[in-house]
């Protein structure tokens, strides 16, 4: 398999195009600036001893400290790490947040763990990482297979080594262990104003606009809930197990009620009383599930998923990306050609590390926010950035991803040139 770093990186070259910048900057935006690999031994509740590998890939930290989540999936590599450090970074940028970019993750399937083993191994990680790491140095936060409860453990061993609360080293917290409101559903939230912004500049209506939602997790689940209380119509949402599909359109909610019980959505074909009540489900596959003629295919799962091989089974108009590098950059140019809009993940994904932010704020402030407060605060910085990134992409006649990475690096140039570069040395 390819490279995803590499893959990555040249979404950049077409960037270039657009910007004149130093070949410092160039150099700088190519290499993480520090990359950890760990072995994290793990007492496991049999008494045997294994051994997880780890990683923290920190990639920038012009713009202030590094931020970026934690995934546990056996897929994790100093490779994917190292993808998403680099996404952080731009996206940090592109919100206009006074951060990096980094990210971390452990190679493990955290479904073959029990509670207590991956207390274990969360609290094994920090003390394996808690060098590089900080309130000013570098900011974890959940991300795939990790939650609020796992932020919760990672503090608290935080803590004990420093023997001192520093909630400000990770966000993404629970509430009632220094965590913000309105973090859990951020992401969600987040994505549906650069949905919304969309929509209304190109004079569309959200009660007439079709779903599908691969990936119904934390910011698929609340995305989709969000998006059918404002008038989206939900046709198909999907898991790693499967998808389901209504001609009427789902109540995500209810989804969400029938997954907690019965753990996986391929049951709610069988009515069981509680959700079949008002709605019939067909089950889908997750590849059928991408080819439904919706006018929003939202990807909220993993990278990688729609690329050159089953991109002209995409029959949607335009893609939400809630997802990291949920499309490959082949497939991009082929969508790009076919006239499909993508709204990048650099920007519809970003309510969650925009809000992570204020949890930040709020943590070295020791000053708490209500709920109305953090949602009204993302709502004004997505809408700012969005439309910013809109405007871009028309004046210059770009793809909104190429914009999205345009106002990303600039503001990193900007920060880099600020340092001193080869040209001003030079010209001493
Ligand atoms: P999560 O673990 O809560 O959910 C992931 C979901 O994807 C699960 O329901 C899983 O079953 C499903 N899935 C996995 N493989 C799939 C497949 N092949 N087809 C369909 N579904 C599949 O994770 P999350 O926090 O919701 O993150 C999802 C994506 O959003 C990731 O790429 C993550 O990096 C990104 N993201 C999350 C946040 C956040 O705040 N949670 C912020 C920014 C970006």
């Known amino acids: 398999m ?22 410092d900057v160039r150099e700088k935006l190519k290499h993480p600036k520090l990359s950890l690999c760990v072995s994290i031994p793990l007492r496991m509740d049999n008494g045997r001893l294994k051994v997880f590998t780890g990683y923290r890939v920190q990639f920038d930290d012009t713009r202030g400290p590094t931020k970026g989540g934690i995934r ?3 897929d994790v590599s100093l490779d994917e790490v190292t993808s998403l450090s680099f996404w952080m970074t731009i996206k940090c940028a592109v919100m206009n947040l006074p951060f990096g970019g980094a ?69 993404g917290k629970p509430v009632h262990l220094n965590g913000s409101l309105g973090r859990d559903t951020a992401t969600g939230r987040g994505a549906l104003h650069v949905l919304q912004q969309w929509v209304e500049r190109n004079d569309l209506r959200a009660d007439k606009m079709t779903l599908a939602v691969q990936g119904f997790g934390n910011a698929g689940y609340h995305f989709s809930r969000l998006a059918h209380a404002a008038g989206f119509k939900v046709m198909a949402v999907s898991d790693s197990q499967g998808a389901i599909f209504s001609e009427e359109g789902l109540d995500p909610q209810k989804v969400m009620n029938h997954k907690e019980k019965h753990k996986d959505l391929r049951t709610m074909l069988y ?20 080819g439904l003629d919706v006018d929003v295919l939202v990807l909220a799962a993993l990278e990688n998923q729609v690329d050159k091989d089953n991109v002209d089974h995409i ?55 209500d709920a109305n407060k953090v949602n009204s605060r993302l709502e004004k910085t997505m809408v700012r950035e969005a ?3 809109f405007d871009l992409s028309h004046d210059k006649k770009i793809s909104l991803r190429t914009a999205a990475y345009l106002q990303g690096v600039k503001r990193i140039a900007g920060a880099i040139t600020q340092q001193g570069t080869h040209e001003y040395f030079q010209n001493e």
Not at 273 to 290: A, F, N, P, W
Request: charged share 25%; with cysteine; aromatic share 8%.
């Open 387 to 389: 439309k910013s990134v």
């Open 2 to 23: 390819n490279s995803i770093f590499e893959d990555a990186q040249k979404r950049l070259v077409e960037v270039f195009k657009h910007i004149e910048l130093t070949d």
């Open 315 to 369: 029959k949607a108009r335009h893609i939400l990306e809630i997802a990291n590098g949920p499309v490959t950059s082949e497939a991009d140019v082929l969508l790009e050609k076919r006239g499909v809009t993508v709204l990048p993940d650099v920007l519809a994904n970003a309510g969650g590390v925009t809000v992570s932010y204020f949890e930040w704020v709020q943590n070295i402030a020791g000053f708490y926010w």
């Open 72 to 74: 546990y999936h056996p």
């Open 103 to 171: 990210k971390g993750g452990v190679s493990v399937n955290p479904k073959e763990l029990s509670r207590l083993e991956l207390e274990r191994l969360s609290r094994g990680y920090i003390r394996e990482i808690a060098d590089i790491i900080g309130p000013k140095r570098d900011i974890p936060a959940p991300d795939v297979y990790t939650n609020a409860t796992v932020m919760g453990w990672m503090a608290d061993e935080y803590a004990q080594i420093k023997r001192q609360q520093l909630p400000g080293v990770i966000t």
């Open 271 to 290: 009515c069981d009383g509680s959700v079949c009540d008002l709605q019939r489900y067909k089950k889908l596959t997750g590849h059928e599930l991408l």
